[in-house]
T-cell receptor, first 115, second 114 residues
Framework: KAGVTQTPRYLIKTRGQQVTLSCSPI?????VSWYQQTPGQGLQFLFE???????NKGNFPGRFSGRQFSNSRSEMNVSTLELGDSALYLC??????????????FGEGSWLTVV | AQSVTQLGSHVSVSEGALVLLRCNYS??????LFWYVQYPNQGLQLLLK??????LVKGINGFEAEFKKSETSFHLTKPSAHMSDAAEYFC????????????FGTGTSLTVIP
């Protein structure tokens, strides 16, 4: 079974631009969550989607948004990029049925550099 | 909100020595507990998890962890370190109120000395 796939793997953007990152979950997984990883802040939860609905949201500004499609694929968007948005963005998928200690499975991430 | 503390951002052990990575959590209700490993330029891979039942949990690559409720700890151990164990290790928790929202520790970088 294929794992979580994230595209693109690497990208460089200019401050003020916007970026869209894509995530394809493991087949059959309906929950997709996004995390930001930086050396200073570690791994921080952005949001989780389940069946096209945002189920949980972390403490990030409104510039960070996401969506999920009917095939469970997800995208996240960051508008008006700031230098501090440079990070590894990780997508994780889970079967998502209920809250009983589900494991989340990570993709390899998208490295975003803002210059 | 949950918080996870990993004591020691860097740990060095000799090849063949015991690996002990510490994790403590703060939670008013017993959480679900996880250890993940991250190799350079890769995502996180699950090592093991505790949800319920036996408090000593065995994972992949010879790792195990013990849930101690009285100490709010979930330390990761491996009897004999291998060079391939060099990586970043993250402890994480979730619970029934947060579902698939995980809270991660700041990570411990493990170096294995030949």
């Amino acid at each position: 079974k294929a794992g979580v796939t994230q595209t693109p793997r690497y990208l460089i953007k200019t401050r003020g631009q916007q970026v869209t990152l894509s995530c394809s979950p493991i087949s059959g997984h309906r929950s997709v969550s996004w995390y930001q990883q930086t050396p200073g802040q570690g791994l921080q939860f952005l949001f989780e989607y389940f069946s096209e609905t945002q189920r949980n949201k972390g403490n990030f500004p409104g510039r960070f948004s996401g969506r999920q499609f009917s095939n469970s694929r997800s995208e996240m968007n960051v508008s008006t990029l700031e230098l501090g948005d440079s990070a590894l963005y990780l997508c994780a998928s889970s079967p998502g049925t209920g809250y009983s200690g589900n494991t989340i499975y990570f993709g390899e991430g998208s490295w975003l550099t803002v210059v | 909100a949950q918080s996870v503390t990993q004591l020691g951002s860097h740990v060095s052990v000799s090849e063949g020595a015991l690996v002990l990575l510490r994790c403590n959590y703060s939670s008013s209700v017993p959480p679900y507990l996880f250890w993940y490993v991250q190799y350079p330029n890769q995502g996180l891979q699950l090592l093991l998890k505790y949800t319920t039942g036996a408090t000593l949990v065995k994972g992949i690559n010879g790792f195990e962890a013990e849930f101690k409720k009285s100490e709010t700890s979930f330390h990761l151990t491996k009897p004999s370190a291998h060079m391939s164990d060099a990586a970043e290790y993250f402890c994480a928790v979730s619970d029934r109120s947060t579902g698939n929202q995980f809270y991660f520790g700041t990570g411990t970088s493990l170096t294995v000395i030949p």
